[in-house]
């Protein structure tokens, strides 16, 4: 029932920008961290930027000054901009939510949106 919904992918030249959606749905009672990870073709997967129900933000040092993580906590939706993107940022990008839903804390996980960047 509670399921993370990402969209905005593509392809794109480097130096371009897009911006992913995630939304949570379903019977949400309170939604904590959430967050964006990546994993490219035989790579492992890597976490970009998290960000608290608070606001507080981290991010991974290759994407510090490019990527910007935020959440609109009315519509239960994190949004990652990436700008200036590079041929290396190509992977799928997954959302992730830590939340309590059914009397429990769990992660939950979206299915994956790709993200290709051409040289």
């Known amino acids: 029932q509670v399921q993370l919904v990402e969209s905005g992918g593509g392809l794109v030249q480097a130096g371009e920008s897009l911006r992913l959606s995630c939304a949570a749905s379903g019977s949400i009672f309170s939604i904590n961290t959430m967050g964006w990870y990546r994993q490219a073709p035989g790579k492992q997967r890597e976490l970009v930027a998290t960000i608290t129900s608070s606001g507080s933000t981290n991010y991974a040092d290759a994407v510090k000054g490019r990527f910007t993580i935020s959440r609109d906590n009315a519509k239960n939706t994190v949004y990652l901009q990436m700008n200036s993107l590079k041929p290396e940022d190509t992977a799928v990008y997954s959302c992730?939510?830590?939340?309590?839903?059914?009397?429990?804390?769990?992660?939950?996980w979206g299915q994956g949106t790709q993200v290709t960047v051409s040289s």
């Open positions: 992730t939510a830590n939340l309590y839903a059914y009397g429990v804390w769990r992660t939950y």
